[in-house]
């Protein structure tokens, strides 16, 4: 049995999860999946990096010491791992004693070989991507990766000879051609390595969030230095008991540190020099993939076009955002992430090609077989239609398994949904439903079934590493129970006729609401609005002067002007019901003083539709309708929210009549 190490990058914890890391831990649990399935022993490590000044600074923020800081967003990072099926078999934080061990350990190899010597470091320091940004590179002042200003350093510092590697990573990087993919980041590091390496400051005296060097603890390790070790600290580097060092030498060194292309450069040439200078096995492949844009600009906290995987995983389930996105990015290459391709890929590609493929498959075998796959004919299955079939169904268990090993998910689901439409136009060809009519053709009707069956369940199991859960689904309603078969043996006509199914239920039920519904839905289910915290007694003081406007937009403030614009007024709840099939949804009738009207409020977790009838609420009256799961709202409710909690809605001290207008 072959080892699989593969790795994730160890996501920094100055923000929260969001769909871009999502994404990486996706791709390296579908890739982790696929090598257990191949029956390699798999260890799938991710992590959280928790040192450096913008963490100490971030939790100066929260008013938090940085040791509490860490635990709070780290756990974020944690508690979302299980909601994305991620297979992870280690989750390493380096705020860890046993990576404190293993990066000291590191230093003092290095040290000891003569690859560290002290001196002084004056630069531009980017504390956002935690890099120096040489003169050259700065753009009015800026650092060229984000854009925001840098910082003058000048302190002492120990430094890593990076200049004396440039040579021995050449060498490496031609003698393993495959060491950095996809081609276009291999050429980028061969450029920048033909260029030289300055030496590189790996050591601060300027902030204490970090791991101190051995023997100087004056100093903390600079982030890189100690945040790329976490890869050999969860294989065992750095530990003195057997069975840690008895891992690392199983696992060490990793067969591919996945990473998105914007930390390329640390991890292809700061990391494998790190590690030649410590006599230590480079890893085998440095493997980057493309970032997800959002109206054409990388999604970004700061930019705050920020797409949070619960949402989409709310909005259309686990699986179909793992189909989407497996499905959507081109390997290495950028990709758009709309809510609008989510759903047509949802209702096209899994309610319509997949889930009514297999719901009507395994419907016909319970109304004409009693629930059991059919035996095949041998000289029907010898028949061109059920030739072509099973040969693709033979070639696509190779293509998938090829595909995935080298990062092309994307091709492998575009093969898998070939054969899908092939077995679609299988089962239109050999009309099943007509044979069931006609007792002279049962041979004919058994072997078609069989066919379409068995080719589902490679199907299922090819989509194992996927989407494991519709994976596991499809192979129950095929009443195929067993462990995951090995993608080794995996082949067609090896269904076994006479097992009995389980029962069908739909595995994508076709979405009927817009985009935009299912915004609103989940903008009301998850972010209720909040009113202001203080509320002007006096009237609104006269309009500010014309010249402030535009610098008002710039800050994010908005102009007493602006707020007025939101009609915001009391009203009385008439009656209120739950909106059918919506867990969280309310229908209202209320007055409005002015008007009667039904508003619909993602309340319904928190209120039961009884005790409303009465309330005095606070709505925007000037809203927009939008219609919500079929019902048409026109309005919305005000509630407080603590961090996603369950909403509260707005209240007076007194009561109120409807119709006064709140501001
Ligand atoms: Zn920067």
């Known amino acids: 049995m072959s080892r699989f190490y593969i790795t994730t990058p160890i996501y920094y914890i100055n923000a929260e999860p969001h769909l871009g890391h999502a994404y990486s831990t996706m791709v390296a649990d579908a890739v982790a999946r696929a090598h257990r399935l191949l029956g390699d022993d798999v260890f799938f490590l991710t992590g959280t990096d928790e040192h450096g000044q913008k963490v100490e600074r971030a939790a100066q923020k929260a008013g938090m010491p940085p040791n509490r800081f860490a635990d709070v967003v780290a756990a974020k990072f944690r508690d979302l791992l299980p909601s994305l099926h991620a297979s992870n078999d280690d989750f390493i934080r380096t705020t860890e004693p046993r990576h404190h061990a293993s990066v000291q350990a590191l230093w003092r190899r290095v040290r000891d070989r003569g690859h560290i010597y002290k001196g002084e470091y004056a630069g531009w320091y980017c504390t956002v991507d935690e890099v120096f940004v040489p003169e050259t590179q700065l753009v009015d002042r800026r650092c060229p990766i984000c854009g925001n200003a840098v910082e003058r350093i000048a302190e002492e510092s120990y430094f890593f000879r990076l200049s004396a590697f440039q040579q021995p990573l050449l060498d490496h990087y031609r003698r393993h051609p495959d060491f950095v993919t996809p081609t276009v980041r291999r050429n980028e590091m061969m450029t920048f390595l033909e260029a030289g390496l300055d030496d590189l400051s790996i050591s601060r005296t300027s902030f204490t969030w970090g791991i101190p060097v051995p023997d100087d603890p004056a100093h903390v390790m600079y982030v890189w230095f100690d945040a790329l070790t976490n890869y050999m600290t969860a294989a065992g580097f750095g530990s003195d008991d057997a069975a840690s060092q008895q891992r690392f030498a199983r696992y060490w060194p990793a067969d591919v540190h996945l990473i998105g292309k914007e930390i390329v450069r640390q991890h292809a040439i700061y990391w494998p020099a790190f590690l030649l200078a410590a006599d230590l096995p480079l890893p085998r492949q440095i493997v980057s993939h493309g970032w997800w844009l959002m109206d054409g600009a990388k999604m970004s906290k700061s930019k705050g076009n920020v797409a949070r995987p619960r ?201 009927e609401q817009t985009v935009e519904e299912l915004r609103l839905m989940s903008n009301e289910n998850s972010n209720p609005p909040t009113v202001p915290d203080a509320v002007p007694a006096s009237p609104p003081a006269p309009p500010p002067a014309v010249a402030a406007a535009p610098a008002a937009a710039a800050t994010g403030t908005i102009t007493i002007d602006d707020f007025m614009k939101v009609e915001l007024r009391i009203a009385r709840v008439l009656a209120a019901e739950r909106v059918p099939k919506s867990k969280k949804l309310l229908k209202l009738q209320v007055d409005t003083g002015a008007d009667q009207r039904t508003i619909v409020a993602g309340i319904a977790e928190a209120y039961e539709p009884e005790a409303l009838v009465g309330r005095t609420i606070v709505v925007v009256a000037n809203l927009q309708p939008a219609k919500l799961m079929g019902v048409e709202s026109n309005g919305m409710v005000l509630a407080g929210s603590i961090d996603g909690g369950p909403p509260v809605l707005v209240g007076f001290d007194r009561d109120m009549p409807p119709g006064a207008r709140v501001r």
């Not at 994307?410 to 239109?428: H, K, P, Q």
């Not at 072997?447 to 490679?458: G, K, N």
Request: hydrophobic content about 45%; proline content about 4%.
């Open 311 to 511: 949402d989409y995983i709310e909005r259309f389930g686990l699986d179909a955002l793992r189909y989407f996105v497996f499905r959507e990015m081109v390997f290495g290459q950028d990709a758009n992430f709309a809510d609008e391709a989510i759903l047509t890929r949802y209702n096209a590609d899994l309610a319509n090609d997949f889930g009514n493929l297999v719901s009507r498959a395994t419907t016909m075998i319970h109304r004409a077989c009693g629930g059991r796959v059919p035996a095949p004919v041998a000289s029907l299955l010898g028949r061109p239609d059920e030739q072509r079939l099973q040969e693709k169904v033979a070639r696509l268990i190779a293509q998938v398994r090829d595909a995935v090993t080298v990062f092309q998910l994307s091709s492998a689901l575009r093969d898998i949904w070939e054969v899908i439409a092939d077995t679609n136009r299988y089962i239109v060809v050999r009309e099943p439903w007509k044979l069931a009519k006609a007792a002279d053709r049962q041979d004919e009707l058994a072997t078609s079934l069989y066919v379409a069956a068995d080719t589902l369940r490679v199907i299922a199991e090819l989509l194992r590493p996927f989407m494991p859960a519709t994976a596991e689904r499809t192979l129950t309603m095929l009443g195929v129970t067993a462990e995951a078969a090995s993608w080794a043996t995996l082949a067609p006509g090896t269904l076994v006729a006479g097992t009995h199914l389980g029962d069908t239920s739909p595995l994508f039920p076709r979405i």
